[in-house]
């Protein structure tokens, strides 16, 4: 059966999440159902990231297994006709070798957070941001982060529901940008490791947070990583601001198609 990457673009506020559940609406069955429009004995997807309930993607990838032969863009076409009125879209898909894994082949993912301050309620963005009534100091944030790059145990910094086999992961990148607008400021957070524990990015900006108000001071960021404990951490930050906004393969499924 030939392979696909497909590449997924999703506004997450109407699901419960990537993952396919019982009882809630999911972005994988969502998807799963427009390849069942196309092929009703489809099998099921794989996806490079679970991401949680009201968090968006940017760059998404899963890859499904097709009966036909398809023509990669009448398949991303056909999809999302069939995905319609769902806020998710097939932005690319590539034909790939049998063993291609979204999940196991991946060598990194990207996300994004959006931070916006500002005192008015936020209307363009709403559901897309996490929004503050107060200034932050994005040096002292940046300076927090700093401490948070390299390879640490992160309890701290893990959802006691995570399931991953182990707290000890490798932070690539912590990087804290800032655009000023008429009527306030955002702040952007972007974020790239291998993988990620549950949770770990909304609890990093939470607590990049307190360390933009004041209420912590940046080296008390290295201090709460070394106590290895989830209690020592910073609030986590709602959901809709984060956004999976990419994954790494050794070769770029997609690059044939943008040549």
């Known amino acids: 059966m030939p392979r696909y990457a497909l590449l997924i673009e999703y506004h997450g506020a109407p699901f419960h999440g990537w993952q396919r559940q019982k009882q809630h609406p999911s972005v994988q069955q969502a998807v799963e159902e427009a390849i069942c429009r196309l092929e009703p004995d489809a099998p099921g997807i794989g996806a490079a990231g679970r991401t949680d309930a009201g968090v968006h993607g940017l760059g998404q990838v899963a890859h499904c297994d097709m009966a036909q032969d398809w023509d990669p863009f009448r398949l991303a076409g056909a999809l999302n006709y069939h995905l319609k009125p769902n806020?998710?879209?097939?932005?690319?898909?590539?034909?790939?070798?049998?063993?291609?894994?979204a999940r196991f082949s991946a060598v990194e993912r990207r996300y994004l957070f959006r931070?916006?301050?500002r005192r008015a309620p936020v209307t363009h963005d709403a559901g897309l941001v996490w929004q503050v009534g107060h200034d932050l100091d994005a040096g002292a944030m940046q300076e927090a982060a700093n401490h948070l790059l390299g390879l640490h145990d992160f309890t701290t910094f893990?959802?006691?529901?995570?399931?991953?086999?182990s707290p000890v992961k490798t932070l690539d990148e912590l990087r804290v940008e800032v655009q000023d607008y008429p009527h306030g400021r955002e702040f952007r957070f972007y974020v790239r490791a291998r993988s990620f524990l549950h949770n770990q990015v909304r609890s990093f900006v939470g607590t990049l947070e307190r360390v933009g108000a004041?209420?912590?001071?940046p080296n008390e960021v290295r201090q709460v990583l070394e106590a290895c404990d989830r209690a020592a951490c910073g609030p986590v930050c709602p959901p809709q601001g984060l956004?999976?906004?990419?994954?790494?393969y050794p070769q770029d499924p997609f690059d044939q198609n943008q040549q």
Do not use: K
Request: aromatic share 8%.
């Open 87 to 101: 806020p998710v879209s097939i932005v690319d898909v590539a034909q790939v070798a049998d063993d291609f894994h």
């Open 115 to 117: 931070l916006v301050s």
């Open 214 to 217: 004041g209420s912590w001071q």
């Open 158 to 165: 893990r959802s006691t529901m995570c399931q991953s086999d």
């Open 243 to 248: 956004y999976l906004a990419g994954v790494g």
